[in-house]
């Protein structure tokens, strides 16, 4: 035997390279670099069950969970609160048992959760058609770029600052070795009007603008004249929302006059988790129902007039022919698409618009409060939504862990290159935030840059 964790004998191994036309498994690994193989190199002791359980439950205490601290970091995760019964519910073992059903193995439990969950963000976004989720936030975002490559036959994108730059990477890997040219615009410092901005770079080949609504800064700077401008010059409007909580409050990206809108609904009853399962949607204008990725599911009838749920559309290779394939991501998020339907549901309208509110006047309450300190610089100067940025005048790199020890996760240090000062921090609130926790963040915050 070979290695502790691989069962197969040598004989076994002689066996299978003799298969495969090999002498060494070294062979198999030769189109990889040598200097990326060397790096890869692992030296990983044997240890039995228990050893291995001891070893990895050490390193899990090694991190804080955000339920220990009061939390004013967002910046692309955003802990909200979780009704207690949610848990309840999406634990029962007709959900568990889904992941990326096919249509042999849906039950029209599953089917009619996925309508709903896809009426829901249609509704919630204003458009007409919405599939029933994807991987993530920012490969749904890359999924709309290829859909408007696709479509338009355009080949340039302009993305405007203030996207996630992780979906901005994702967005990078996605197109490197595509026909198609990315122009992020980046953040400065004193940005002109954004509408005058992206007017001089529009052309006859721009497929498509991309846009977060509210920006990685909290910036609200989606407007109707924005969108109208994009459509005037032949190009789709892509708006990518990263805590769609805002849309409890904010007027629907879709009624606005949007084409496609996509983003991550973590923020929908998913816990923080460290940074994942996530929930990709994806929403769109019904002109693009048949080049959307993933799954549809319809509401039918049947022969004898009974109401049903059937799987409408998959866009897969799978299933239509190859060439006319484009669902590049077909990973369906079953469990995190129920549990944002329920979550949808236990809060209603009316819960999620307070939930909104709540998250606003609390942002709102804090910066207030933290840029009467005077060491404080209020760097939001547009308005925001749920995030903001100030300035601290400290470079001391202990400056978080100071403020972990006191209780608190202070933000985002935004990283040099962004539009702001140096020692710019975004912050974030949502409902989960009371008063009494807002003003003692302020007194620590005046005690650590005095």
């Not at 109208?228 to 006059?257: F, H, Q, R, W």
């Amino acid at each position: 035997m070979g290695h502790p964790y691989l069962p197969l004998t040598d004989q076994e191994r002689r066996q299978m390279a003799k298969v495969i036309g090999i002498q060494d498994e070294s062979e198999l690994f030769a189109t990889i670099p040598v200097t990326i193989r060397a790096k890869a190199a692992f030296d990983l002791s044997a240890r039995n069950e228990w050893e291995v359980k001891r070893l990895f439950t050490r390193w899990a205490a090694e991190n804080t969970p955000v339920s220990q601290l009061i939390s004013f970091l967002g910046a692309g995760a955003y802990e909200h609160a979780i009704p207690s019964a949610l848990p309840f519910l999406v634990n029962r073992s007709e959900f568990l048992t889904a992941y990326t059903p096919y249509q042999p193995e849906f039950s029209q439990g599953l089917l009619q959760a996925f309508f709903e969950y896809q009426s829901l963000v249609a509704d919630l976004t204003g458009m007409d058609v919405a599939n029933a989720s994807m991987y993530d936030g920012p490969t749904a975002l890359a999924e709309a770029v290829l859909l408007a490559h696709n479509v338009s036959n355009r080949k340039e994108f302009i993305v405007l600052s203030g996207l996630n730059p992780e979906a901005q990477q994702v967005l990078r890997t996605y197109t490197a070795h595509l026909p198609v040219k990315m122009h992020f615009m980046a953040p400065q410092e004193q940005e002109p009007e954004v509408k005058s901005q992206l007017a001089t770079l529009l052309s006859d080949q721009t497929a498509a603008v991309v846009l977060q609504y509210p920006d990685f800064f909290g910036r609200l700077r989606l407007t109707r004249d924005l969108l109208s401008l994009i459509k005037e010059s032949g190009a789709l409007s892509i708006v990518y929302l990263n805590d769609p909580i805002c849309l409890g409050l904010l007027e629907p990206p879709g009624t606005m006059g949007a084409d496609l809108v996509v983003g991550e609904a973590q923020s929908f009853g998913l816990p923080l988790s460290f940074g994942g399962p996530y929930l990709g949607f994806f929403a769109a204008k019904k002109d693009f129902l048949r080049n959307m990725p993933g799954r549809l599911v319809g509401k039918t009838t049947d022969l004898d007039g009974k109401e049903g749920f059937v799987l409408t559309l998959q866009t897969r290779e799978q299933h239509i022919r190859r060439e006319k394939a484009t669902s590049n991501i077909c990973t369906n998020q079953a469990l995190c698409a129920i549990t944002a339907t329920i979550y949808l549901s236990l809060l209603g309208p009316t819960g999620l618009k307070e939930v909104a509110l709540s998250t606003v006047r609390n942002s709102h309450y804090l910066y207030s409060q933290l840029t009467r300190i005077p060491a404080v610089q209020g760097l939001s100067l547009e308005p925001f939504f749920h995030e903001f940025v100030i300035g601290l005048p400290t470079t001391d790199e202990s400056f978080i862990p100071k403020m972990k020890e006191k209780g608190f996760l202070p933000g985002y240090r935004l990283p040099s290159g962004q539009p702001f000062s140096t020692n710019a921090y975004l912050l974030y609130t949502s409902e989960l935030r009371t008063k009494a926790e807002m003003d003692r963040f302020c007194e620590e915050i005046e005690r650590c840059v005095q």
